[in-house]
């Protein structure tokens, strides 16, 4: 997941892309690693107290992409907010409300 820069204001709107991958993590000489087609990721928008503010599912494109927007709160705590793969904990982009 990437989103449009790392430091936001409250109200902004945050405007991210992600890319589904398959990893082959074996030792061969040859890995296989490709995009995923027509895959579905559920991307939540979580707080600095990791309370999800908002969620959203999509379904990846012929390129194994997505994209979608958030538009931050205003009134909630400043700080380290995040985008996460409902999925996969590893698969996050952090941003800065300040």
């Not at 992409?65 to 982009?93: C, K, W, Y």
């Amino acid at each position: 997941i990437m989103t449009d820069r790392a430091f936001y204001r409250p109200g902004q709107t945050i405007f991210f892309k992600g890319i589904a991958i398959r990893v082959d993590n074996s030792n061969s000489a040859k890995p296989d690693n490709y995009t995923l087609r027509g895959k579905q990721c559920t991307i939540v928008f979580r707080d600095v107290n990791e309370r999800i503010l908002a969620e959203q599912t999509f379904t990846t494109n012929e390129y194994g992409s997505f994209h979608g927007a958030f538009t931050i709160p205003v009134g909630v705590l400043n700080g380290t907010m995040s985008l996460r793969n409902n999925e996969d904990l590893h698969n996050q982009a952090t941003i800065r409300v300040e």
